[in-house]
């Protein structure tokens, strides 16, 4: 046989096509809206702390720090507590909490005055030491006040924030023997008085001399008179800076007894003017004068001390010394 008379076989070829994406199901869109849900609920918090106020905010933040506490305290659930967050209940402005069925009293949080003197006082310390560079920042950035700021000591004491002007040899700030306050430190009370009356603290002043005797004055004038005067004159300084008359709650004249360098009663530093912004708790003492402790004091068992806060001091002409 022929080879061309052989039957030619057709060469078959198998492709294999492949289908395109198959059928997914509904997957997808369960994901979908569980992100577009998710997305929903983000934007109404952001609204709702946006609308909120600052206290309400500090409120749920102490809860979710304390959230084991709240829980603990709470009973059956920390929805029953009286913590800023309330759970349950139909009405959301209550002040009073969940409250369950067949209760008649509302638990009332406890606050221990302890701790919140406390943080009070932390929360006064911050406002004090930030008046402090308050006044330090007037002082540097005013040239006409440079030259004062080696006589201006500044210091947190349990009254409160302490400012002394001190004496200088060569720049006094009155003359000697004197109670008119000089140009320089007049312009130094002024700028302070502006400042104290960003605050609502009280203020007291005191006047201070050193140990030389005083040997000007009329029969009968000493320094306690002195320093009373010059204190007197710083305050009418202050008020006249812009700060309110009524923020003053006592003006005293200390004489030489409380010496700013008690090894050197000579020094020019003991002459000084001291200016404390005094905190709520030392302001109220003043204010509230000498409390009498017991029975015995009331009919006359208790000595009562000469000299109390709130008052002025004062002194004869033989406890005389300072300048």
Do not use: C
Request: proline letters at 4%; hydrophobic letters at 35%.
């Amino acid at each position: 046989m022929a080879a061309s008379d052989k039957k030619i076989q057709p060469i078959i070829v198998k492709k294999i096509k492949k289908g395109g994406h198959g059928h997914h199901g509904g997957a997808w869109k369960i994901a979908y809206a569980d992100f577009v849900t998710a997305m929903m609920a983000f934007f109404l918090l952001m609204w709702l702390l946006g609308s909120t106020t600052k206290g309400d905010l500090q409120g749920i933040a102490d809860h979710f720090s304390t959230p084991l506490h709240v829980a603990l305290n709470a009973g059956s659930g920390s929805g029953d507590s009286s913590s800023i967050i309330r759970g349950g209940g139909t009405d959301l402005t209550r002040s009073t909490g969940q409250v369950k069925r067949g209760e008649t009293e509302v638990k009332e949080r406890t606050v221990n005055p302890h701790a919140l003197a406390r943080e009070n006082r932390r929360i006064e310390s911050r406002r004090l030491q930030a008046l402090r560079d308050q006044v330090e920042s007037v002082v540097a950035s005013d040239p006409t006040l440079a030259d004062m700021r080696k006589q201006l000591r500044m210091d947190l004491t349990s009254d409160g924030l302490r400012i002394q002007i001190v004496d200088d040899r060569q720049r006094p700030m009155f003359d000697s023997g004197g109670a008119e306050v000089k140009y320089y430190m007049r312009d130094l009370l002024r700028a302070i008085g502006k400042v104290l009356n960003e605050v609502d603290n009280r203020v007291s002043l005191a006047g201070h001399t050193d140990a030389a005797l005083y040997s000007h004055g009329p029969g009968g004038y000493t320094n306690w008179e002195l320093s009373a005067e010059r204190a007197n004159a710083s305050r009418r300084e202050l008020i006249a800076g812009g700060m309110h008359e009524p923020k003053i709650i006592r003006v005293e004249g200390l004489g030489s007894t409380q010496l700013f360098d008690p090894e050197n009663p000579l020094n020019p530093m003991n002459r000084r003017i001291s200016i404390v912004v005094m905190t709520s708790e030392a302001s109220e003492r003043i204010l509230r004068g000498p409390q009498i402790e017991d029975e015995d004091d009331l009919h006359g068992g208790g000595v009562p001390s000469g000299r109390t806060e709130g008052t002025a001091a004062a002194g004869s002409p033989d406890e005389a010394p300072g300048r």
